[in-house]
């Protein structure tokens, strides 16, 4: 690694935030690069073209914050969760260690859960639930991809793993969010984005809640697939690759964009996806 002002150890004498509590991204060299982790309470945005190892970084995440106790909410739009299951086990994280609850399901947990689960059929459960209650008043009915069904179904989570302060103000402890992503609530409407992100956050941010939320790149613009989520965001992990045509192989990247009360490492880094390991990330002037 280079000895320039923008290397990790340069920064790091810099002076640190003691006083802020952070968060383990559950990937070594991120967390070096962010001061030790995440300012807890922040919504991190992970954003990127598909293949660049968004849904890895969450998994990622997610797994630090079981190995540390934390409780997880779990949203996947792109695919089930068991699919998230086996890949994650292929990167030596096995979720069913823990004791996992799916939204979807009709019976209550046994006993409290370390993960719940919202999938494309829980929130189908959840959208029903609130259109019938609704619709005896007269009311809207709501869709599986509505921002409201988000915030019912990530609400219900809360009060399943038995966090949700009276009242439904808050949580009483610290919950690790993971949303991948978030793009799919507004694909059909991406103008709508930044007024479903700011729904969203007046919704659900909390202090005693982190959160992962990511933004899908278009292939064709290679911009965020709407606009607004990045303004809303405390952090923005921004992952990209190589035009593979020209360079005849895969090349990820990872960079820090922002990352509020951090004084966070700004090259980027090479990502190499390893089985067994998961993410790892290197210096681009130490590749080689």
Same mark, same amino acid.
């Given at each position: 690694?280079?000895?320039?002002?923008?290397? $990790?150890?340069?920064?790091?004498?810099?002076?640190?935030?003691? !006083?802020?509590?952070?968060?383990?991204?559950?990937?070594?060299?991120?967390? !070096?690069?962010?001061?030790?982790?995440?300012?807890?309470?922040?919504?991190?945005?992970?954003?990127?073209?598909p293949g660049t190892?968004?849904?890895? $970084?969450?998994?990622?995440?997610?797994?630090?914050?079981?190995?540390?106790?934390?409780?997880?909410?779990?949203? *996947? *739009?792109?695919?089930?969760?068991?699919?998230?299951?086996?890949?994650?086990? /292929? &990167?030596?994280?096995?979720?069913?260690?823990?004791?996992?609850?799916? %939204?979807?399901?009709?019976?209550?947990?046994?006993?409290?859960?370390?993960?719940?689960?919202?999938?494309?059929?829980?929130?189908?459960?959840?959208?029903? /639930?609130?259109?019938?209650?609704?619709?005896?008043?007269?009311? #809207?009915?709501?869709?599986?991809?509505?921002?409201?069904?988000?915030?019912?179904?990530?609400?219900? +989570?809360?009060?399943?793993?038995? @966090?949700? #302060?009276?009242?439904?103000?808050? @949580?009483?402890?610290?919950?690790?969010?993971?949303?991948? +992503?978030?793009?799919a609530f507004w694909?059909?409407?991406?103008?709508?984005?930044?007024?479903?992100?700011?729904?969203?956050?007046?919704?659900?941010?909390?202090?005693?809640?982190?959160?992962?939320?990511?933004?899908?790149?278009?292939?064709? *613009?290679?911009? *965020? &697939?709407?606009?607004?989520?990045?303004? %809303?965001?405390?952090?923005? &992990?921004?992952?990209?690759? !190589?035009?593979? !045509? #020209? @360079?005849?192989?895969?090349? #990820?990247?990872?960079?820090?964009?922002?990352?509020?009360?951090?004084?966070?490492?700004?090259?980027?880094?090479?990502?190499?996806? @390893?089985?067994?390991?998961?993410?790892?990330?290197?210096?681009?002037?130490?590749?080689?």
């Amino acid at each position: 690694m280079s000895s320039s002002d923008t290397s $990790l150890d340069t920064q790091k004498k810099r002076g640190t935030h003691e !006083e802020v509590v952070r968060v383990s991204t559950g990937v070594r060299e991120l967390d !070096e690069a962010t001061e030790g982790g995440i300012p807890r309470g922040s919504w991190v945005v992970v954003t990127g073209e598909p293949g660049t190892g968004k849904s890895i $970084l969450c998994m990622h995440f997610a797994w630090a914050g079981l190995k540390a106790r934390d409780p997880v909410v779990y949203v *996947t *739009t792109e695919a089930e969760f068991r699919d998230v299951i086996r890949q994650a086990r /292929q &990167f030596g994280m096995d979720f069913e260690s823990y004791s996992i609850f799916d %939204i979807s399901s009709s019976r209550e947990p046994g006993e409290t859960p370390q993960i719940v689960v919202i999938d494309i059929f829980g929130l189908l459960k959840v959208a029903r /639930q609130m259109s019938e209650e609704q619709g005896e008043a007269g009311g #809207r009915r709501f869709a599986i991809l509505d921002i409201q069904t988000l915030v019912a179904a990530i609400r219900e +989570s809360y009060r399943i793993l038995g @966090v949700l #302060r009276e009242g439904g103000k808050g @949580v009483t402890r610290h919950v690790r969010l993971v949303i991948d +992503s978030l793009s799919a609530f507004w694909a059909d409407k991406p103008a709508m984005a930044r007024k479903y992100s700011y729904e969203l956050k007046v919704a659900i941010h909390r202090e005693n809640v982190t959160a992962y939320l990511v933004s899908q790149y278009a292939m064709t *613009t290679k911009s *965020t &697939f709407g606009f607004g989520l990045e303004h %809303i965001a405390d952090g923005v &992990f921004h992952l990209w690759m !190589e035009d593979v !045509e #020209r @360079v005849g192989e895969v090349r #990820r990247y990872l960079i820090i964009k922002k990352l509020r009360m951090t004084n966070h490492y700004r090259k980027a880094f090479k990502v190499e996806i @390893v089985p067994g390991q998961g993410i790892k990330l290197l210096a681009v002037e130490d590749r080689g």
